[in-house]
């Protein structure tokens, strides 16, 4: 299986600043509207770029067809079109997909059919603005880049190499 057709879309510097910080969140959908997928056999998904404030539709990838059982091959293209993914929204999800996500630091979330893609992404704003649940604590930071004053505390405490 391969992709197919992929979008991704052109950002200026104030954008790509903003995406230095946002988290990159996927959603299986067919009509970039509503995720209406099963993660497996998924023909399309949105990438978004989302932050505590703003979201930002970073690129859509879309898929041949392929039936959600029998084909293991098919998951190592999605997976890999997702790398750098914190979270990918769907509707269903095979224990394999789900165990190959984790591996790869992806949270895998189950959403009932129709879920609108702008209502999720103002659920996660709402959650990272009250406190974060696990998952996307860590995703957090895992994405913040590492503070430059972590050595300050060492060299107070007499670290010597």
């Known amino acids: 299986m391969s992709l197919k057709r992929r979008l991704a879309l052109v950002h200026g510097p104030e954008e790509i600043k903003f995406m230095d910080t946002a988290l990159k969140i996927a959603f299986a959908t067919t009509d970039m509207d509503s995720v209406n997928q099963h993660f497996g056999s998924a023909k399309s998904f949105a990438l978004y770029a989302v932050d505590p404030d703003h979201s930002q539709l970073l690129e859509a990838a879309q898929f041949g067809e392929l039936s959600q059982d029998?084909?293991?091959?098919k998951l190592s293209v999605k997976i890999e079109l997702l790398n750098g993914c914190a979270?990918?929204?769907?509707?269903?999800?095979?224990?394999?997909?789900?165990?190959?996500?984790i591996a790869k630091n992806i949270q895998?979330?189950?959403v009932h059919e129709g879920s609108k893609i702008k209502d999720l992404i103002v659920d996660l704003q709402n959650e990272m603005?009250?406190?974060p649940s696990s998952w996307?604590?860590?995703a957090i930071n895992q994405h913040k880049a590492p503070?430059?004053?972590?050595?300050?505390?060492?060299?107070?405490?007499?670290?010597?190499?």
């Open 70 to 73: 029998g084909n293991e091959d």
């Open 87 to 101: 979270a990918v929204y769907c509707q269903a999800i095979g224990g394999s997909a789900i165990n190959q996500l």
């Open 136 to 138: 996307l604590a860590k």
């Open 129 to 131: 603005k009250a406190g």
């Open 147 to 161: 503070d430059p004053s972590r050595f300050n505390q060492m060299e107070e405490d007499g670290w010597d190499e």
């Open 108 to 110: 895998p979330v189950k």
